[in-house]
């Protein structure tokens, strides 16, 4: 397929010096769709074959790219063995927003990986969520490790959820420097 693009690219480039300005904008659309079609290729193939490094960065360019033909690939990679590439995953799922995502950072929630939690509860910030996702994050508010409460409670705070807020206020007294600061950000967010 590769090939194929190429060889339509180089057909259509002797286009963008037409003397007519519709024929140059309209080979120049169709190069960047051609382009795009084959960047998307490459950034497959690198999530299949690539070091761990190079499919983190494979991750983010379909974050960068965005839309719904992302999320397939970027939900596979959240289910994925290794623990960098499900929270990269968790991460860039959360920057798009996509309603299709939602039920896969609510089950990296429960991940064995605490950075996967905590990248799954920042990505939750930008989702319109049910009471029962707020009860799943509240119970992050106990995790007494100086991050996931941390995450949690900036979170809540940007869902405005009130009920978190005597919970939220307890963590200003903890004994974990990150967890009293993102305590005191998430009092400054919560409605009055």
């Keep these: 397929m590769k090939n194929l693009v190429r060889t339509r690219i180089e057909s259509l480039r002797p286009l963008l010096k037409d003397p007519v300005p519709g024929v140059r904008i ?14 998307v290729e490459e950034i497959l193939t690198v999530l299949e074959t690539g070091n761990i490094g ?36 968790a991460s860039v799922l959360g920057k798009l927003a996509l309603p299709v995502a939602l039920p896969v950072l609510v089950e990296l929630l429960e991940d064995q990986n605490a950075a996967v939690q905590g990248r799954a509860i920042a990505a939750l910030r930008n989702f319109p969520v049910t009471s029962e996702v707020l009860n799943k994050l509240r119970q992050f508010l106990d995790a007494c490790d100086g ?19 005597n919970q939220i206020l307890l963590l200003l007294m903890s004994r974990h420097a990150s967890t009293r600061q993102a305590a005191a950000t998430a009092l400054s967010l919560m409605p009055l």
């Design 26 to 39: 309209a080979a120049a659309g169709a190069i960047e769709k051609l382009e795009a079609v084959s960047t």
């Design 54 to 89: 190079a499919k983190i960065g494979a991750i983010y360019a379909l974050g960068e790219i965005g839309g719904e033909e992302m999320i397939p690939p970027l939900i596979r990679c959240a289910q994925r063995p290794e623990a960098d590439i499900r929270s990269t995953a």
């Design 147 to 165: 991050v996931l409460e941390a995450e949690a409670a900036l979170t809540l705070a940007e869902l405005k959820d009130i009920s978190s807020l």
